[in-house]
Nanobody, 121 residues
Framework: QVQLVESGGGLVLPGGSLRLSCAASGQIFRVNTMGWYRQYPGTERELVAT???????NYVDSVKGRFTASMHNAENTVSLQMDILKPEDTAVYYC???????????????WGQGTQVTVSS
C-alpha cells in the first residue's frame, strides 16, 4: 500500500500565495507521476497540475502562469506553489500519485485525503 500525506493549504487573501506539499510512502518501487487535483462542491475532481518523474508538466489552463508543480524523485514528494490566488481557486485540493509498487508490478493511482484552500477577503 501507498500513503500520500499532504500539508499546506488554508485561508489566503486574493492575490496571495500558498504552497502545498505531499509525500508518498509505503511500498514504492517507482513513482511515475505526481500532482494535484481539486474539487468544488457538487462537482468531480479536476486536474490542476501533474509532473512526471522525467519532469514533464501539465497544467489546467486556468492556473498556467500562476501555479508551479515540482516533483522530487529521490524523496517521492510533490509540491504546488500557488501564486496570484483568486477566489475561484477555492476548493479542496487532493494529492495524486501513480505508483509502481513492485518490480514488474502494475501502475496504480493513489490519492491523499484532501486539503482545503480558501481564497477570500
Amino acid at each position: 500500500q501507498v500513503q500520500l500525506v499532504e500539508s499546506g493549504g488554508g485561508l489566503v487573501l486574493p492575490g496571495g500565495s500558498l504552497r502545498l506539499s505531499c509525500a508518498a510512502s509505503g511500498q514504492i518501487f517507482r513513482v511515475n507521476t505526481m500532482g494535484w487535483y481539486r474539487q468544488y462542491p457538487g462537482t468531480e475532481r479536476e486536474l490542476v497540475a501533474t509532473v512526471t518523474r522525467r519532469g514533464n508538466t501539465n497544467y489546467v489552463d486556468s492556473v498556467k502562469g500562476r501555479f508551479t508543480a515540482s516533483m522530487h524523485n529521490a524523496e517521492n514528494t510533490v509540491s504546488l506553489q500557488m501564486d496570484i490566488l483568486k477566489p475561484e481557486d477555492t476548493a479542496v485540493y487532493y494529492c495524486y500519485a501513480n505508483v509502481q509498487s513492485v518490480l514488474y508490478g502494475s501502475d496504480d493511482d493513489y490519492w491523499g485525503q484532501g486539503t482545503q484552500v480558501t481564497v477570500s477577503s
